[in-house]
Nanobody, 115 residues
């Protein structure tokens, strides 16, 4: 069974930075594309960044130029470097495969950006 453990969230002022981590176990990982999603209160979960098995990346327009997704296939970990954070980035952040998620989700990590 796949397990996803997100960490690294917190409270930060607008303009600040955070680095999220997601440790993955129970999957081949290196053969899987991975992504970061976020869900703000009252809103649907949205995919904000994804990285292919080869390292190709893609971002939602709302985070392009500010967020960077990366992966370490040895550590089976995916990262999200978030710079120049804005209050609208406040959400719970989750990792999972993009578009065809694993059946289970992690607990997520809360990111709160104050203005």
């Amino acid at each position: 069974q796949v397990q996803l453990v997100e960490s690294g969230g917190g409270l930060v002022q607008a303009g600040g930075s955070l680095r999220l981590s997601c440790a993955v176990s129970g999957s081949t990982f290196s053969a899987d594309a991975m992504g970061w999603y976020r869900q703000a209160p009252g809103q649907q979960r949205e995919l904000v960044a994804r990285i292919g098995w080869s390292g190709t990346t893609n971002y939602a327009d709302s985070v392009k130029g500010r967020f960077t997704i990366s992966r370490d296939n040895v550590k089976k970990t995916v990262y999200l470097q978030m710079n120049n954070l804005k209050p609208e980035d406040t959400a719970v952040y989750y990792c999972n495969r993009p578009y065809v998620p694993f059946g289970s989700w992690g607990q997520g990590t809360q990111v709160t950006v104050s203005s």
